[in-house]
């Protein structure tokens, strides 16, 4: 292990059997995360040149431009290749779809999964299908249904209508309609870069946007039952 975590160590690197594991400490800005290991990889170029590392976010929120901005600076700095990113169960679909969308793939668990074996089959029960992804912007009229999860990459404009027995993932601003967990799961989430919607479905659930214009997420903002309401929180 090179190094300790601790509040004050932005990431430790451990050995470990498919390359390298690089974990992120989670109270660290990402340029301080940046520039600790910059100087890291160039001191010991020679040792990590062309390894492969995997980023363990378990301890930090999964953030798709922290992920880019560590993956390039490890290609830069010595030629090392990120091989997987390793995330917590509740980071849920966003997490696993923005992952694919970087090209790496990414493994859903708890800390303790990582021990037990645990797959990503077993934590969803809608990977036994596997995800429609529409790579366009939903425009007015549009109705598009999936037997599992929904992943938009575009839009959804006002007059489109997107439903998905699982998850709904928009890569963008959803102002349609959205049902997720049609066949009756209430622990389906819709997940998009902006909520502004005509109307939201989870379930038998049925909510409404407030009137008036709201702040926009930092990042990203779901759509979860809560009770018997569906509620939106913003990250």
């Known amino acids: 292990m090179l190094g300790r ?47 492969k590392m995997i980023l363990d976010l378990h301890q930090r929120p999964f953030d798709p ?59 969803n029960p809608h990977d036994a299908s596997p995800p429609l992804v529409v790579r366009q912007t939903c425009r007015s009229g549009t109705r598009i249904e999936s037997p599992a999860e929904l992943v938009i990459l575009g839009d959804v404009n006002p007059g489109a209508e997107i439903i998905a027995s699982g998850d709904i993932v928009v890569f963008g601003t959803l102002r349609g309609v959205a049902h997720a967990g049609a066949q009756g799961d209430r622990e389906a989430r819709i997940w998009a870069l902006h909520i502004e919607p005509q109307q939201l479905r989870i379930a038998d659930l049925v909510a409404l946007p407030p009137r008036g214009r709201k702040p926009k997420p930092k990042r990203y903002e779901v759509a979860e039952v809560k009770g018997d309401l569906i509620q939106v929180v913003s990250y």
Request: proline letters at 3%; a negative charge.
């Open 65 to 123: 431009e922290e992920v880019g901005a560590v993956r390039a600076l490890m290609e830069q700095a010595a030629g090392v290749e990120l091989a997987e990113v390793r995330v917590s169960c509740e980071d849920g679909a966003f997490s696993r779809w923005a992952a694919g969308l970087l090209g790496v793939k990414i493994r859903l668990g708890t800390e303790r999964d990582k021990d037990t074996g645990a797959s990503d089959s077993q934590a």
């Open 5 to 51: 975590m601790t509040d004050e160590l932005p990431f430790v690197i451990k050995a470990d059997r498919e390359g390298f594991l690089l974990i992120v400490n989670g109270k660290t800005p990402l340029p301080h995360v940046l520039e600790a290991l910059r100087t890291k990889l160039e001191e010991s170029k020679a040792f990590f040149q062309k390894s």
